[in-house]
């Protein structure tokens, strides 16, 4: 968890390399609402060169307030060692 600024907004993971910058928020349900995006959105203001998503255990790719939500399952089946995190 990443508390981002000073605000009360935080994040779950920040992955940051050569090739790759994001924020990756991960929720435990089957369904996003918009609020469950503050810490993602408040990143992408500081940090517009970032990526950020939001994975959840539902089973659609949805865009919410421009976050993209992917299901878990989806994002850990495209991983790849060699490969940069894109969303």
């Keep these: 968890m990443i508390k981002v600024n000073s605000q009360d907004v935080e994040v779950d ?6 090739d790759t910058f994001c924020a990756i ?13 503050n810490g993602l959105l408040a990143f992408k203001k ?5 990526q950020i998503c939001c994975l959840y255990r539902g089973n659609e790719r949805i865009k919410i307030k421009g976050v993209l939500c992917l299901p878990v399952e989806e994002f850990l089946i495209g991983l790849r060692p060699q490969n940069p995190i894109r969303f």
């Design 13 to 18: 993971f920040i992955v940051y390399g050569q």
């Design 25 to 37: 928020e991960i929720k435990n349900t089957t369904k996003i609402h918009a609020k469950m995006l």
């Design 46 to 50: 500081d940090y517009h060169e970032a």
